[in-house]
């Protein structure tokens, strides 16, 4: 087949362009399938619509009914090919580590139950930080009014209650407001 090409490349016989008609077709899908798994910006799908028409070009060379058949195979099986080739993609582990957010719910929980879940974790993380209330830590940055402090060994957000502090300043949490702890200076 590579020897036929490789001929029909300096012939003007009808039966390379018949060849380079199914040679473009096979790039042209094999190309599809390159853009479903390399992220190119499109590059690979201009260089698989342009095997197409290339492919499409060589059939009419060869003959006008293979021409016509080869565009009405196109333009009917191509977009039922990109669909299924995008529905598989979609559903394969790859798709998973790829695309942002195709798996934004692996438990598979309706949307209720992932509100009552954030909330449950939310308020975990509240009485988690009021645990902390009376601790005395350092002021790691300035907080004009929000900042990081260290508390042992832990850094954690926190809002001074009024006015900056300065970092480096001892300070002692009074509140929890928002998820986040606010300080005073001690």
Do not use: H
Request: charged share 15%; glycine share 10%; aromatic share 8%.
């Amino acid at each position: 087949m590579i020897l036929m090409l490789a001929q029909g490349a300096t012939q003007t016989g009808d039966e390379s362009y018949i060849l380079w008609g199914w040679v473009l077709l096979a790039v042209a899908v094999g190309l599809l399938f390159l853009e479903f798994l390399i992220p190119s910006g499109g590059l690979i799908g201009l260089l698989c619509g342009i095997a197409a028409i290339g492919s499409v070009v060589s059939f009419f060379m060869y003959d006008s009914l293979w021409g016509t058949v080869a565009l009405c195979s196109y333009i009917i099986l191509g977009p039922i090919v990109v669909i299924f080739m995008f529905r598989f993609f979609m559903s394969s582990p790859l798709a998973d580590r790829l695309v942002l957010g195709a798996k934004e719910d692996p438990l598979n929980l309706t949307p209720e139950e992932a509100v009552a879940a954030a909330e449950q974790e939310r308020q975990a993380r509240v009485s988690e930080l009021k645990q902390l209330i009376g601790a005395q830590g350092v002021a790691v940055t300035s907080l004009r009014p929000v900042g990081t402090i260290k508390i042992g060994d832990r850094r954690v957000d926190g809002m001074a209650e009024s006015g900056t502090i300065e970092a480096g300043t001892p300070v002692i949490v009074t509140d929890v407001y928002d998820n986040q702890i606010k300080v005073r200076p001690t």
